[in-house]
């Protein structure tokens, strides 16, 4: 077992069950690491519900005594800063700390009024180098239409910039959008229930297009079931004409958008998931593409399908774990391999070789089988769930991470945060 290097982290800000003292700490430690820079951060904007919010009262969704917990955690392109979405309605920017062991505080900080469902940032953004075209970010809410906010560094106000049209013509009601994802420097991809995709223009209302693979088979499932969980991840914005997508079904989708069509690449039951499984969280793609790795809720395995056998299953990934009813969501690049957390505070790795041969060890390197056991990397001496894991896109040696409780557990301590360690 290896000691990660610890670079940085948010320290106490986010441990306990009171955000109203969250907020508190959180400015303390701001006004605290700001005064000694020679360069001005932009104020934190407060919350809404910041005065006379009493303790254990819910407020529009905000529970005082729920753990404060990272929702989203994204790099931008040049790895010199972070965007986090939390639950406790706030999107907080953070910039690298010069000095190793310093305090990872918000460089910005921002709060929506109501709960945020997903969110995406745009892949070309940079708090240094990015323009006000791709210095933002998109945020589904229930019962709101899609907004795109600014993470300009020089924006004072965060009122959405644009809104897009979810409403849903035969019923006039919002239709919840439950992932998003770019897929061009101009254009982005929803998911809703009921297996339906969208695609928008940012500078147009209404979408483009949707679709929706909508069978027989399909109909008869609970609308909860098929919703569009996530797409698959990408790290640059070169013209795909295939996108991937996946549902609670556990299916994974194929998005044509060339004809605007769907298509079934792969059910629960390829996979071998029994029903009532939790659904698919998360795609990703070796670096060669020929394999995707899906990750799931209420699981013991990632399952390994290749893209040039249909996406077939051809291998799993054996966690050592089950993730349950909380999300987890892993990073793969060519020099980490494969990296998720674990719910103790450990990060495991799979290297890249095994990872773009598919889960396998090379032919040429003969090693043994028992190679498929992940290294395992200690990075949080507290314990806590390791629920997001990314590397930097400039700098892979040097990767986020968000600690976090279970928040279906009342009784265990709460120890939640950001983290940057090194490998």
């Known amino acids: 077992m290896s000691r990660l290097n610890m670079v940085c982290d948010t320290r106490d800000t986010f441990y306990g069950r009171n955000v109203f003292e969250t907020w508190k700490k959180e400015q303390r430690w701001w006004i605290h690491e700001t005064s000694q820079l020679d360069y001005q951060f932009p104020e934190l904007e407060p919350s809404r519900f910041e005065e006379g919010l009493q303790c254990g009262t819910v407020t529009n969704g905000i529970n005082c005594a729920e753990p404060t917990i990272c929702l989203n955690l994204c790099w931008s392109r040049d790895g010199t800063s972070l965007v986090a979405v939390f639950n406790d309605y706030g999107v907080r920017q953070y910039l690298v700390p010069e000095i190793s062991g310093s305090p990872l505080i918000p460089f910005k900080r921002f709060f929506r009024p109501q709960s945020i469902v997903e969110s995406c940032v745009h892949p070309l953004y940079s708090i240094f180098d990015g323009d006000k075209g791709v210095n933002v970010m998109l945020s589904s809410s229930k019962e709101l239409p899609l907004q795109l906010?600014?993470?300009?560094?020089?924006?004072?106000?965060?009122?959405?910039?644009?809104?897009?049209?979810?409403?849903?013509?035969?019923?006039?009601?919002?239709?919840?959008?439950?992932?998003?994802?770019?897929?061009?420097?101009?254009?982005?991809?929803?998911?809703?229930?009921?297996?339906?995709i969208f695609a928008y223009d940012l500078n147009r209302k209404h979408p483009v297009w949707s679709s929706t693979r909508?069978?027989?088979?399909?109909?008869?499932?609970?609308?909860?079931?098929?919703?569009?969980?996530?797409?698959?991840?990408?790290?640059?914005?070169?013209?795909?004409?295939?996108?991937?997508?996946?549902?609670?079904?556990?299916?994974?989708?194929?998005?044509?958008?060339?004809?605007?069509?769907?298509?079934?690449?792969?059910?629960?039951?390829?996979?071998?998931?029994?029903?009532?499984?939790?659904?698919?969280?998360?795609?990703?793609?070796?670096?060669?593409?020929?394999?995707?790795?899906?990750?799931?809720?209420?699981?013991?395995?990632?399952?390994?399908?290749?893209?040039?056998?249909?996406?077939?299953?051809?291998?799993?990934?054996?966690?050592?774990?089950?993730?349950?009813?909380?999300?987890?969501?892993?990073?793969?690049?060519?020099?980490?391999?494969?990296?998720?957390?674990?719910?103790?505070?450990?990060?495991?790795?799979?290297?890249?070789?095994?990872?773009?041969?598919?889960?396998?060890?090379?032919?040429?390197?003969q090693q043994p089988q028992s190679e498929r056991i992940p290294v395992i990397l200690e990075v949080d001496q507290r314990r806590s769930r390791v629920n997001i894991v990314k590397s930097n896109p400039a700098n892979p040696q040097l990767i986020a991470t968000s600690f976090s409780p279970d928040k279906f557990d009342s009784e265990c301590e709460v120890l939640s945060g950001i983290s940057l360690v090194e490998l």
């Open 149 to 196: 906010f600014s993470l300009s560094p020089h924006a004072s106000e965060h009122a959405p910039l644009y809104s897009y049209s979810v409403a849903n013509v035969e019923n006039e009601r919002f239709e919840t959008m439950y992932s998003l994802s770019f897929h061009q420097e101009s254009a982005f991809l929803a998911g809703s229930s009921r297996n339906k």
């Open 214 to 365: 909508d069978n027989l088979k399909m109909r008869r499932r609970p609308a909860h079931r098929s919703i569009v969980s996530c797409f698959d991840e990408i790290i640059d914005l070169e013209h795909k004409p295939m996108r991937f997508a996946a549902t609670y079904n556990n299916d994974v989708l194929g998005v044509d958008l060339r004809c605007q069509k769907l298509a079934l690449l792969a059910s629960g039951e390829d996979l071998g998931i029994k029903s009532g499984s939790g659904g698919i969280v998360q795609l990703l793609f070796s670096v060669n593409k020929h394999f995707m790795y899906v990750i799931k809720r209420n699981s013991k395995f990632i399952d390994i399908l290749d893209a040039r056998r249909g996406f077939s299953k051809i291998n799993e990934l054996a966690l050592p774990f089950k993730i349950g009813s909380q999300k987890f969501k892993a990073t793969l690049d060519i020099l980490n391999g494969l990296l998720i957390g674990t719910i103790d505070g450990y990060i495991l790795q799979w290297p890249s070789d095994m990872v773009e041969f598919g889960g396998l060890v090379s032919r040429e390197e």
